[in-house]
């Protein structure tokens, strides 16, 4: 029963493209609609940043210059991604509340905006990531590229998932926000984002615990022609499935509550 609720209205969010995607699109104008540059700000914030933090660590751990700039870009960009879903789920049905109160919308439409949004940001990022990897990583290959695209769609169902129980959790008990800030702050650390895992070899079995560690690596290891294993893509599948059926319960016991909570 609490499958078929799931799955139900996951699948008619999934044929409402054309709104979810309309309104991921709405959110980033409406974030830029003042500036000049509009969107182009995204682009040049990261450039600004990679650029910087690149230099800074490239100088502390002594390594080359464009060798992290393409181990950064990659990292960072991805991490923002994951960040970003994570933080922002926990507010996503309290700022839609106007379209919950005024029609009974599906839920689930509501956290493919926030995933659309954030997937058109990260696709405003491919113009610095491409050409940094093709002039600058050494290992890069087309076939990679598309196998690390191919990857980043993958783990997608995996933010749907999370966005939806920390959605839920947060129109519920409103403090499980600043906690899950702070704990992103957390995990930032403790994720090989802006260093690399051969500077921590005694604490090898941190990243091994750390989902995000995990997942950087299975979608950035192609573009660096890495292989991804099939055991990795057994082990995406297992945390889909996982993440999948905590969340199917949560939302098909509490769906019907979260207006109310708003």
Request: aromatic share 20%; glycine share 2%; net charge positive.
């Amino acid at each position: 029963m609490f499958a078929a609720i799931f799955y139900k209205n996951y699948l008619d969010a999934l044929k409402s493209l054309k709104i979810w995607s309309i309104l991921g699109w709405l959110d980033i104008y409406k974030r830029y609609r003042r500036s000049r540059l509009g969107q182009i700000w995204i682009v040049i914030s990261t450039l600004v940043l990679v650029g910087s933090i690149s230099f800074i660590f490239s100088t502390l751990f002594k390594s080359n210059y464009f060798s992290f700039l393409v181990y950064i870009i990659n990292n960072l960009c991805l991490w923002i991604f994951f960040r970003e879903i994570v933080e922002d789920s926990s507010l996503i049905f309290i700022e839609n509340k106007f379209f919950l109160f005024n029609e009974k919308w599906n839920h689930l439409i509501m956290i493919f905006r926030l995933i659309a949004r954030n997937t058109i940001t990260y696709a405003h990022n491919l113009i610095l990531i491409i050409p940094i990897n093709i002039i600058f990583n050494d290992n890069f290959t087309l076939l990679g590229f598309a196998q690390y695209i191919l990857n980043f769609f993958i783990i997608l169902p995996f933010f749907i998932n999370i966005s939806l129980i920390i959605a839920i959790v947060s129109t519920r008990f409103r403090d499980f926000r600043i906690i899950i800030n702070n704990l992103m702050q957390l995990i930032f650390f403790l994720t090989p984002v802006i260093y690399q895992k051969i500077n921590f070899e005694k604490y090898d079995w941190l990243f091994e615990l750390n989902i995000f560690a995990f997942l950087l690596e299975f979608v950035n290891n192609p573009i660096n022609n890495i292989n991804v294993s099939f055991i990795n893509y057994v082990t995406v599948v297992i945390i889909l499935a996982i993440t999948t059926f905590i969340s199917s319960i949560i939302y098909a016991k509490k769906y019907k509550r979260i207006n109310y909570w708003l």
